[in-house]
């Protein structure tokens, strides 16, 4: 039917839920300059990857992480961070001049690495830009996967410091304003039927085992449809205990309701 499977037998058993996922993909931050914009945190100061000791404003640095990070189901800790320049492509960077003074100099007095970036999508763009930022970054709740790895296990990533937790482009992620429909979405892509569809439709010698283009097949509003109530019972209970969670399905219907497409 014109689309591209890697295993015939497995994508019969689960084909039902090849469609289009309800919630649209995303890859992480792009910048290309991860030795200035990349950076841990030692004894409460940020060091950069030239191992300078820096002084920012924190306003304008979230947490990171990267396709290594996402071992576990629910994160809420990072071991780097990044400094965030636009709300979404394109934006004026002038306002850090003002605003967080020492946030500008300090990329100012790394604007020649910026210069530097060899990708033809900084031309012409404003100082300090970066990609793949938009409202879906700044959502608290985030259900990521890692598109290197060969893993098929997707994490819940939750605010860090009351503040959303930023992804590299290594990673594909979908933002929620809910935490209920970021864990029930997290329940129904960690479901074997969706393993077995994914097995089923990547391709181990790829360079990146997921893309959007992969991912967007996941037809959620049909695995919501046709889920046992009891497994999603079994796994929210699960959930709850393990990470102090105090969720319920109250909003499962409601869920399903923006799920479905709007017929005009």
């Keep these: 039917d014109d689309k591209f499977v890697s295993n015939i037998n497995t994508y019969f058993n689960t084909k039902k839920i090849d469609g289009e996922c309800p919630f649209v993909w995303r890859q992480g931050l792009k910048h290309d300059c991860s030795t200035i914009m990349e950076l841990d945190k030692v004894n409460g100061h940020y060091v950069n990857g030239l191992n300078e000791e820096i002084?920012?404003?924190d306003d304008l640095v979230y947490g990171l992480l990267k396709s290594s990070d996402l071992k576990n189901t629910v994160i809420n800790q990072t071991r780097k961070y990044t400094i965030v320049t636009q709300r979404k492509v394109g934006q004026e960077t002038k306002y850090i001049r003002n605003e967080f003074p020492k946030t500008y100099q300090y990329l100012s007095d790394?604007?020649?690495?910026?210069?530097?970036r060899k990708s033809s999508i900084y031309n012409n763009?404003?100082?300090f830009s970066i990609f793949g930022i938009g409202d879906y970054s700044f959502q608290p709740f985030k259900v990521a996967?890692?598109?290197?790895?060969?893993?098929?296990?997707?994490t819940l990533v939750l605010p860090q410091n009351e503040k959303p937790v930023m992804l590299d482009d290594t990673c594909y992620l979908i933002g929620f304003d809910k935490i209920e429909y970021a864990v029930y979405t997290l329940i129904l892509l960690n479901s074997d039927k969706t393993v077995k569809f994914l097995q089923s439709v990547t391709f181990a010698d790829a360079k990146r085992t997921f893309t959007k283009d992969v991912l967007m097949r996941i037809d959620l509003l049909e695995?919501?449809?046709?889920?046992?109530?009891?497994y999603l019972e079994t796994?929210?209970?699960?959930?709850?205990?393990?990470?102090n969670f105090n969720l319920t399905l109250c909003l499962w219907d409601t869920f399903i309701e923006e799920m479905?497409?709007?017929n005009n």
């Design 55 to 57: 002084k920012l404003e």
């Design 110 to 116: 790394h604007q020649d690495r910026f210069a530097a």
């Design 125 to 127: 763009k404003p100082a």
């Design 145 to 154: 996967i890692s598109g290197l790895y060969k893993t098929f296990h997707f």
């Design 223 to 230: 695995l919501a449809i046709t889920i046992d109530r009891n």
């Design 235 to 243: 796994e929210l209970q699960q959930l709850n205990e393990v990470y």
């Design 260 to 262: 479905k497409p709007v």
